[in-house]
């Protein structure tokens, strides 16, 4: 699976989260509700552990506290136009470009994006980069010009930026996940297996990890490491990886005329 961070609460124009100490720079997260200002920061934990259902069930419990949150407006906006389901992004979208909120200057540069992909625009990266060039230091400002690159189909300034973030933020398990994924897009298997390993080593507790690492062994089609790589994710977790585990098992079965050991639960 792929992608996302963990936020503390600040004073700003209405609310404002954050995920960095108070001396570094990140752009604020305006809200009139405290109770959908917690809900933001446990969706936006969710997605970084690559839990998405729950990331977004928790993102629409923010809207039901404040229906005009521009930023879980716009997460959900984004996730249906990364994942292809146009009627709930245009819901979304409408909902984020109709918010009368006072946005922070970063918002309204995702507001001006978000207006441009909704309508039809499919190259939106310069935005990103104006982003970035004012939270240089916050991880959500590289998470967000990787969105604008992939929607652009753009894997090589994919890689470039998350090997960036990682100098931002060293020890940021979700940049290494999707820093292995590019990688694999490329075709770099070595680069591709370091970032899995390392997203590994930073959090050992994470089922997506191990889910992970399953996909690359399934791109290098050691079909006998990805299953075993999957039952461990699925061990973890219950809602990870089964399919995944069997499909690795068909194909070793298939691939080298043998049974492989089953693991048991």
Known sequence: MKKIFLLQALLFVGLAVNSQPSNVRLMPVTTNSEKALAFYGQARK?????NLPRGLETFRKALKEDPDFFMANYQLA????????KNDFDKYADAALNSKSA????????????????KGTSDVTDIGKKLLAIYPNDPESYNNLVSFQSIAGDTAAIVETLEKAIKVSPDSGPFYNQ?????LSLN???????????????????PNVYDSKGDFYMFVKKYNNAYYSYMKAHSMDPDFSREKADMAKQLYEQTEGKQIDIISM
Do not use: H, T
């Open 46 to 50: 969710y997605f970084d552990d690559v």
């Open 78 to 85: 984004l996730f249906c136009l990364l994942n292809q389901v």
């Open 103 to 118: 946005l922070s200057d970063g918002e309204k540069l995702l507001k001006e994006a978000l207006s441009k992909l909704s």
């Open 179 to 183: 820093l292995g994924y590019a990688y």
């Open 188 to 206: 770099k298997s070595d680069k591709a297996e370091a970032a899995f390993d390392r997203y590994i080593a930073l959090e050992p507790g994470n």
